[in-house]
């Protein structure tokens, strides 16, 4: 069984500081991990996907992700945060590579609201 | 080329009618996926399709949930008898499938069902 863990159900930043969302899972076996953004009535877009290779994932639009595994956490970051990253972001867990059956589970999101 | 589209973009229907929801995956994609976001569950995992083959089926809610597809590429889900718990909005994905887990997929803008 798989499932991820999204720590914060609302972040709240200024325009122009760091962005920190918390995701921690859960997996029988070696995940892939993804990110994924959705802005308001808009579909999902791919911010970053680790797959067992670089522990330090780069994304889209300056955001990065670090799969640490002794602590099963793949948190979201950006170092400098811009009006148009206002959006809700879901972190996400496939069962990985091994497995034909690539079903995604959703944490249940984050809102990240942008304070000019 | 075109990404994954789905018609209707909304779709109102009487609770107990039948409703048909399309997608069209992105060309050459062999893996499909339907999800479901609603408010109470968040975005959920309902059946995967590699070709015309459901290997995975175990996220339909109900009996009255189905899919297919059909020559690889386009997928219906149907709804029979409709109830106020299936308003929702369904997502539709794609991916190439090749490296199991790993792939991306490319979701569809979803279609917003609202059962009255």
């Known amino acids: 069984a798989q499932s991820v863990t999204q720590l914060d159900s609302h972040v709240s930043v200024s325009e122009g500081t760091p962005v920190l969302l918390r995701c921690n899972y859960s997996s029988s076996y070696s995940p892939s991990l993804f990110w994924y953004v959705q802005h308001p009535n808009k579909g999902l877009q791919l911010l970053l996907k680790y797959t067992s290779a670089a522990t330090l994932v780069k994304g889209i639009n300056g955001f990065e992700a670090e799969f640490k595994k002794s602590e099963t956490s793949f948190h979201l970051t950006k170092p400098s945060a811009h009006m148009s990253d206002a959006a809700e972001y879901f972190c996400?867990?496939?069962?990985?590579?091994?497995?034909?059956?690539?079903?995604?589970?959703f944490g249940t999101g984050t809102r990240l609201t942008i304070i000019p | 080329g075109a990404g994954v589209s789905q018609s209707p973009s909304n779709k109102v229907t009487e609770k107990g009618k039948d409703v048909e929801l399309r997608c069209d995956p992105i060309s050459g994609h062999t893996a499909l996926y339907w999800y479901r976001q609603s408010l109470g569950q968040g975005l959920e995992f309902l059946i995967y399709f590699q070709g015309n083959s459901a290997p995975d089926k175990s996220g339909l809610p109900s009996d009255r949930f189905s899919a297919e597809r059909t020559g690889g590429s386009v997928s219906t889900l149907t709804i029979q008898r409709t109830q106020q718990e299936d308003s929702a909005v369904y997502l539709c994905?794609?991916?190439?499938?090749?490296?199991?887990?790993?792939?991306?997929?490319?979701f569809g803008p979803g279609t917003r069902l609202l059962v009255l």
């Open positions: 996400v867990v496939s069962q990985g590579i091994n497995f034909g059956n690539e079903k995604l589970t």
């Open positions: 994905a794609s991916s190439l499938a090749l490296s199991g887990g790993a792939e991306t997929q490319y």
